[in-house]
């Protein structure tokens, strides 16, 4: 069995998808259990995730009812008997996940690879890593849970993972002078992302490489201004030194990753 965290929450089978567990309640402690497999999730914190601050009386009573109904749902699609999957350990549950089971786990194993293999100079294969890694992402991640506390801190967790990943894949592309094909990317993520300073620096190096200095230059000045407009504050130290870089046509200062790496 395999489950997914990256997108909305899957089960496999390894046939495929299956449908279920269907409550959104028992959807919601599967989720729970997963962002923290193979650890103990206490009681107190499940009915948090559930019903925030103010749960209702039966909570506990209810609880135990979803986490039946959640037994029999991987028990059915696993193989297992009931509650050797799912292990009932004070003071809650704890959810047995095997290795490759969660796609999470596989995602940080590339990133790691792809890590291993940029110190070792082997950026062909680091970009495949990190194109495997960003690959597994299907969507807004648990997108179609409504998250208590737990779930929305290993949502944001997750998504800066993925933007961490997605930025060592470019600074690989930007390496291997692939800067022709990262500038529509860059671009469009520099407009999702208006505050972000790496990207734009990413995408200033990419335009300048590609001729195009003027627009380099004026992707610092709209960085800029939404810096100073919503933050107060200006660009950091590093983007302006890409933008000094540019302004000098400095191209060996432009090469180094500690200058554009950020």
Not at 93 to 114: I, K, M, S, T, W
Not at 211 to 238: C, F, N, Q
Request: with cysteine; aromatic share 6%; glycine share 10%.
């Amino acid at each position: 069995m395999r489950f997914a965290l990256l997108g909305n929450l899957e089960v496999h089978d390894g046939t495929g998808v299956v449908e279920g567990p269907g409550a959104n309640k028992v959807r919601t402690i599967l989720a729970t259990l997963l962002v923290r497999a193979n650890t103990i999730v206490s009681v107190d914190t499940l009915i948090e995730e559930l019903w925030g601050d103010v749960p209702p009386a039966t909570a506990l009573c209810a609880l135990r009812v979803y986490v039946s109904q959640l037994r029999k749902f991987l028990a059915a699609h696993d193989g297992t008997p009931p509650g050797c999957r799912l292990v009932t350990q004070p003071p809650g549950y704890r959810l047995d996940v095997d290795e490759g089971g969660l796609d999470v786990v596989d995602f940080e194993q590339f990133c790691a690879a792809g890590r291993k293999s940029w110190a070792e100079g082997s950026l062909e294969l680091a970009a495949k890593y990190y194109e495997e890694a960003l690959s597994l992402r299907r969507g807004p991640i648990l997108g179609d849970l409504r998250m208590g506390p737990v779930l929305e801190g290993a949502g944001l967790r997750l998504e800066e993972m993925w933007l961490a990943a997605l930025e060592r894949r470019i600074d690989v592309d930007l390496h291997l002078g692939r800067h022709r094909d990262l500038v529509g990317e860059l671009r469009e993520l520099v407009t999702e992302n208006p505050l972000h300073e790496g990207l734009g620096a990413r995408l200033m190096v990419a335009l300048y490489r590609t001729g195009r200095t003027g627009d380099a230059l004026r992707v610092y000045r709209t960085v800029r201004a939404s810096l100073v407009e919503e933050l107060g504050i200006e660009p950091g130290h590093e983007v302006q030194l890409v933008q000094q870089a540019i302004l000098a046509a400095d191209n060996e200062a432009l090469a180094r990753a500690d200058l554009w790496t950020l």
